[in-house]
């Protein structure tokens, strides 16, 4: 017997609309690329995009046509959101971080109508532009006055204030199938090209409501949300939806993402709750321990996109600021899990609790998770046993958007994505990940956890940042090695016997809680640690860099 309940589609356009109603002081503060900030009310927002939406018409941009944007975090980009989307067509996230090839591969394999770039990014266009096959027609995120930057003398250029500036102000937004598409983004590939991950309306609307069951401490009428996480990539973590679904208000940061700039922002705009991923928050730490006190008003994190250490979460905690950890992924819309202490273990010494904090955290709200060994088996989850990582939900891809092979790699056990995480899970459904598949390191036949050792070795007072990778090795294939910015405080000690010091005491921490053959062969100081176009480091260029840190192998 079926239900006998209406079938409304869940659409993004809904998403405004509620918020508009019921939230209408929700306020949108940007600071844009000339520095200026511009506060809008969710109502501005909303004539705006309906502006927009008639300006996408106009240009005759039809559902299921793909609008592109290469911008920072601010109304305008949020604009785009609810506009490209509201009228059926999909609006596609370029990361500006990625190399020009790829932003060049990404527009062409997605087909691309339009692109809305920020002015200060149009340089990057112009170098892109000659390398994709049918450009998209240009139109420039600037204000009315600005001059147009002198793009490729090809590209037809608009101007975004111009372009909405005479249209009507309301839309007649359309309904349709709540499975059509709204977003892509693509991964950002680490080998091979990006694989496109194509959102629908229902995906994202569902994503935005278990969002904002997980993180009601963070997200409520009334927050001053700063997502430093970028628009450009995995919509923000569901932040541009999530937001105005609560009444929360989104405070964006433009190009400015510096610890000194960030830290001004919260403070002068006094943000309650900020989203970004360990490495961008470490600078915001080190903002706050120069200036000797935390911005005013700042009652929570959330840290997600790699993992962080107890000294991390401490440091924040210690001024009273709650950390929330979060794990996820591009194919995930993007969050998966909500990381926090069950209430089944708040009796537990508070030592205890506090290593629970370092977990990844339970599935939220309708995401399931197994972990498989290396024949596809499911293993228990017992807190101890480790395997590759599988999830399905309604708000994780089903396949990459026109890329089979992609798809038979990472879909191949039907009904589930393969994540490429290895991790385990605990008898309250608590997920700890030990490492990337791609970043364990194979010694003598046996594997070593380049994350638990990290996370073991930021323990260490004198270390900022660390990385263990996997070297070629002529004896054991591969060895691990350390390389680690040291703090401000140890400094640019030259002397190698304070050096050759700091690595002895590295052993004797990771000594406690590791066999002597996984120990680190050496640990290499240096200034700054390469990172991904998503702001994480990159272990793939440090495994290019120190290849032949062994001598050459392959001799
Ligand atoms: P990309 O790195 O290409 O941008 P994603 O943003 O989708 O891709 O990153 C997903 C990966 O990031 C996960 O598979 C996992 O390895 C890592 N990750 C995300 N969140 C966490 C976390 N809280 N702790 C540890 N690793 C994380």
């Known amino acids: ?217 963070a997200l409520h009428e009334g927050a001053r949300v700063l997502p430093i996480v970028p628009l450009f990539h995995v919509n923000a973590w569901g932040l541009p939806f999530t937001c105005p679904l609560v009444g929360a208000s989104l405070i964006f940061a433009g190009p400015f993402l510096d610890g000194p700039s960030l830290f001004e922002l919260m403070d002068s705009q006094q943000v309650t709750s900020a989203w970004g991923v360990p490495t961008v928050l470490t600078a915001v730490l080190q903002e706050i321990k120069r200036a000797g006190r935390p911005p005013k008003g700042l009652n929570n994190i959330l840290v997600g996109g790699s993992a962080i250490s107890l000294g991390f979460i401490d440091d924040y905690e210690d001024l009273g600021i709650t950390v929330n950890h979060a794990w996820g992924m591009t194919e995930m819309s993007p969050i998966g899990t909500q990381g926090s202490i069950p209430a089944s273990s708040r009796h537990l010494p508070l030592e205890k609790q506090r290593h629970l904090k370092k977990r990844q955290g339970r599935g939220i709200f309708g995401i399931d998770m197994k972990i498989v060994d290396q024949n596809g088996d499911e293993i228990a989850q017992d807190g101890k046993q480790s395997g590759e990582l599988y999830v399905r939900s309604n708000t994780t891809a089903a396949q990459y958007y026109n890329n089979p092979e992609a798809t038979a790699e990472a879909f191949h056990d039907a009904g589930w994505f393969r994540t490429g995480d290895i991790a385990n899970i605990d008898a309250t459904g608590n997920l700890l990940i030990t490492d990337r598949a791609k970043d364990l390191i194979k010694s003598g036949g046996e594997w070593i956890s380049s994350l638990e050792h990290e996370t073991a070795i930021m323990t260490h007072k004198s270390i900022a940042q660390c990385a263990v990778i996997a070297v070629p090795h002529p004896k054991w294939d591969e060895r691990p090695i350390i390389i680690a910015v040291p703090t401000s405080d140890f400094g640019d000690d030259k002397d190698s016997k304070v050096r050759a010091a700091l690595f002895e005491d590295v052993l004797s921490l990771l000594g406690v809680e590791f066999p002597k053959w996984q120990m680190p062969d050496a640990l290499v100081l240096v200034d700054e640690l390469p990172l991904t176009a998503t702001g994480k480091i990159s272990k793939l260029r440090l495994r290019q860099l120190y290849r032949d840190y062994f001598g050459d192998t392959n001799e």
């Open 1 to 217: 017997m079926l239900g006998q309940m209406m079938h409304q589609p869940l659409l993004i356009k809904n998403i405004l609309a509620h918020s508009q109603m019921a939230f209408p002081t929700t306020k949108i503060v940007s600071r844009t690329g000339d520095n200026s900030i511009q506060s809008h009310l969710i109502g501005d927002i909303a004539r705006r995009s309906a502006q927009l939406a008639h300006a996408l018409d106009a240009l005759n941009v039809q559902a299921g046509d793909r609008v592109a944007t290469l911008a920072w975090n601010d109304h305008r980009h949020l604009e785009l959101y609810y506009a490209v989307s509201g009228i059926g067509a999909v609006c596609h996230t370029i990361n500006p971080r990625l190399p020009q090839k790829q932003i060049a591969y990404v527009i062409e394999h997605a087909g691309d109508k339009l692109l809305f770039v920020d002015e200060g990014l149009a340089g990057l266009l112009e170098k892109v532009l000659p390398l994709v096959k049918n450009p998209p027609t240009i139109i420039v995120l600037a204000g009315t006055t600005s001059p147009l930057p002198p793009l490729n003398a090809d590209a037809d250029l608009l101007n975004y204030e111009v372009m909405i500036g005479d249209q009507a102000d309301d839309f007649d937004w359309p309904d349709f199938d709540e499975n059509t598409a709204s977003g892509m983004c693509y991964t950002s590939g680490t080998t091979g090209n990006p694989k496109g991950v194509l959102y629908s309306h229902r995906s994202t609307t569902l994503h935005a409501m278990q969002v904002a069951l997980s993180f009601a401490n």
